[in-house]
């Protein structure tokens, strides 16, 4: 049989060779090192067969910086710890131990609670597994053997994912320890170099709260030290940059148990919010929205005709009154039909573009709330646009320019991605080819490159979701631009043709910025605080240097306040040094020290990130003009 090599060269190989066997064939130091072959871009044991004709991959542990290589060290690993937790623990009873993103867990049911030291004691125990040096073996077994053997190992989670498995059924052993397990691993432990567990956690066993609680041990491996070691400085980073941590510092918003999921903003964070309220009221009156308000609590007869009752409903706030129940709006799109359903509607009066950051209530799991980043009120900048089929594509390239002007002025590095008709889907298919073929034309005009994720729409149409990456590599979804030809349909949205005859509206969902509360969360997360000078609470802080300056401190700062910024003195009684700290610790973009030196024309400003610098009023005033008026 023959395999096609990435150089698309053909390599013939005896029948039933394994992707070892090919590696040997290529060269004895490819066979030492590798790690993993990759056949049409699905992973596969280097043990097993390959298909005749078959375009093979093989990975070695120079690969470090590939996801798939990366994947298969550490569910090695991961292994690695189970073994290590049954010798260490006896009794210890092991249930699943997977790789995820940056690292992998394994879930254990130990004799005795354990505590953080278990972290050092595992570790130490694979440190000594790698000395020794491991290998893996794989076999196949029948389903009654496999459940025998965890039977007499004790292992009843095991027994229990044994009879819950399709397909062949796989072991795989390395030292003294035997795992049931799907695969692929590492053919030795040597490409393991570093290995570091990271933290415990509670959890469910199959994710249940009616089953046992299990201790989920989370680590990480790589193929290099270095990588680990640039790893946990990013771990280290995220921590200092955590967005509740800073809203804490910069006393801008606190959560309470008696309103989970809700942030109380303070003064200070409602200067932010209301700053990027400015920017979204500002800039979509330059684009022709036009701004509407919508209740709060609808009817639940809203709900079902929307649809929300049947796909959304968990995700809602239900209350009752006078013997009639209402739903909190999760979402503002039933509530802007009702307003473009409330007057006949003509082929003139379109596009109609109806703007609302409306309050928005979704029943998120407590388990799952995390600051700002995991809400139950969300305050989304979105609107809907109300227009016929022939508008479509210009105006999504409307709302692709205006996406792109929002996230330029943030300097975001963004990633588009267009999501295709999934197959639980309403609408024909013609009404999908004609959506999915508007929004890749639009991105094609405007030469925005993007990814397709096949079947990733919305029910109710496709959608090209953009999203960030932050300084810590991370990615997050802002915005979304959506179309949707089923909400005119179960609302009956009609418009009068330029044909006199009736038509079905098209409908755009839109949001740029997505939900305010987690727009500011992750802007927190990747600016460490230092938010551009028009969000910044606090623009100016002016010092004086000794009581003799008071006076032309607090001229100057009321002066630049008048002006239209936000500005504070300090005068207490303390150091210049440790005034200047603690401005500098509120994240102050500019800092201004008034002492025996400075004047009107000669100001000693200090700049974020920047040196000390003189300059006059004026050119603060001017400077401060072009940062904070955008
Ligand atoms: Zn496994
Ligand atoms: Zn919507």
């Excluded at 994710?207 to 990480?220: A, F, I, N």
């Excluded at 909400?487 to 044909?499: E, H, K, N, S, T």
Aim: hydrophobic residues 40%.
């Amino acid at each position: 049989m023959r395999v096609i090599l990435p150089d698309k060269s053909e390599l013939e190989l005896p029948d039933g060779a394994t992707g070892l066997d090919a590696a040997r064939a290529i060269g004895p130091k490819l066979a030492e090192q590798a790690v993993l072959v990759r056949t049409n871009g699905q992973v596969r044991d280097l043990r097993l067969p390959l298909d005749d004709g078959q375009q093979i991959q093989i990975l070695t542990m120079r690969d470090g910086d590939d996801p798939d290589a990366l994947w298969v060290l550490r569910h090695s690993a991961a292994h690695l710890l189970a073994e290590a937790a049954r010798r260490l623990y006896p009794g210890t009873k092991v249930a699943i131990g997977p790789p995820i993103e940056n690292g992998f867990y394994y879930d254990f049911e130990f004799p005795e609670p354990v505590g953080e030291e278990a972290l050092e004691r595992l570790e130490e125990e694979i440190r000594r597994e790698l000395g020794e040096g491991r290998e893996w073996e794989r076999w196949e077994v029948e389903r009654d053997e496999a459940r025998r053997f965890f039977e007499e190992q004790g292992e009843p989670y095991k027994v229990e994912l044994v009879e819950t498995a399709d397909g062949e059924i796989s072991f795989y052993r390395q030292g003294d320890f035997v795992d049931l397990c799907r695969g692929p691993h590492l053919q030795d432990s040597k490409p393991i170099k570093a290995v570091k567990l990271l933290s415990l956690a509670g959890a469910y066993w199959r994710g249940d709260e009616t089953r046992p609680q299990l201790t989920r041990v989370y680590g990480t491996a790589f193929y290099d030290p270095k990588d680990l070691e640039a790893y946990l400085h990013r771990l280290e980073e995220a921590k200092r940059r955590d967005h509740r941590r800073l809203g804490k510092e910069l006393d801008l918003f606190h959560f309470s148990e008696l309103a989970p999921g809700m942030p109380f903003w303070h003064p200070r964070g409602m200067v932010v919010w209301n700053a990027l309220e400015d920017l979204r009221r500002r800039e979509n009156a330059r684009r022709g929205y036009e701004e509407i308000k919508t209740p709060l609590v609808f009817d639940n007869e809203l709900w079902r005709t929307s649809g929300h009752w049947e796909k959304f409903r968990e995700n809602m706030f239900f209350l009752e009154a006078e013997g009639r129940e209402y739903g909190l709006k999760p979402m503002n799109c039933p509530g802007h039909c009702l307003v473009y359903a409330d007057a006949p509607r003509s082929y003139r009066d379109l596009p109609l573009r109806l703007a609302e950051a409306g309050t928005l209530h979704r029943n998120e799991l407590s388990g799952t709330l995390h600051g700002l980043l995991r809400v139950r009120h969300v305050t989304q900048d979105d609107a809907h646009i109300f227009c016929t089929a022939g508008q479509l594509e210009a105006e999504i390239l409307g709302c692709l320019d205006y996406a792109f002007f929002l996230y330029d002025l943030f300097g975001f590095d963004m990633r588009v991605e267009l999501s295709t008709r999934p197959d639980n889907r309403l609408g024909a298919d013609e009404e999908w080819e004609r959506a999915e073929a508007a929004l890749a034309s639009a991105l094609g005009k405007r030469g925005i490159a993007y990814d397709v994720s096949e079947g990733e729409g919305a029910f109710y149409g496709p959608k090209i979701d953009m999203h960030m990456h932050d300084v810590l590599g991370r990615s997050w979804q802002l915005g979304t631009v959506q179309l949707d030809f089923q909400m005119p349909q179960r609302f009956g949205l009609a418009y009068a043709g330029a044909d006199n005859a009736e038509h079905t509206a098209a409908m755009i969902h839109r949001a740029l910025l997505g939900s305010l509360e987690r727009f500011i969360g992750i802007l927190l997360e990747h600016t460490g605080g230092n938010l551009p000078v028009f969000l910044a609470p606090e623009q100016v802080r002016v010092l004086p240097v000794s009581d003799g300056h008071h006076e032309a401190a607090f001229a100057l700062a009321g002066e630049l306040r008048f002006r239209g910024f936000r500005v504070a003195a300090d005068a207490r009684d303390e150091t210049l040094g440790r005034r200047i700290r603690e401005a500098e610790v509120a994240k102050t973009p500019y800092i201004v020290v008034w002492g025996e030196r400075e004047s009107r024309d000669a100001l000693a400003v200090r700049k974020h990130g920047g040196e000390q610098s003189t300059m006059s009023v004026d050119a603060l005033l001017a400077e401060l003009e072009a940062a904070a008026k955008l």
